[in-house]
Nanobody, 113 residues
């Protein structure tokens, strides 16, 4: 069974970089046709797709976040990561990693000084 687990700091200061990691078990992040996404949900708002890294190491980003977002992977650890630069309080949200209908439990990130 595929399992995903997000990890990272729960509090980030404005203007800093938010960094999260998703650890994957039950499948390889290089398995064919998988596309590994980061999705977030701000308080009182719907789900927002942030970007994806494919099994072939291609990346695609939301046009609204593209200038601030990077997604990468570490195949030796079966992990993929999110970096969101220059955060503001509007980036406060629960952040999820996702693949093929499988979700991590989500991790709350608050941007505050």
């Amino acid at each position: 069974q595929v399992q995903l687990q997000e990890s990272g700091p729960g509090l980030v200061k404005p203007s800093q970089t938010l960094s999260l990691t998703c650890t994957v078990s039950g499948t390889s992040i290089t398995a064919m046709y998988n596309a590994w996404s980061w999705i977030r949900q701000a308080p009182g708002k719907g789900l927002e797709w942030m970007g994806v890294i494919t099994y072939a190491d291609s990346t695609y980003y939301s046009p609204f976040l593209k200038s601030r977002t990077s997604i990468s992977r570490d195949t030796s650890k079966n992990q993929f990561s999110l970096q969101l630069r220059s955060v503001t309080p509007e980036d406060t949200a629960v952040y999820y990693c996702h693949v093929n209908g499988y979700w991590g439990q989500g991790t709350q990130v608050t941007v505050s000084s």
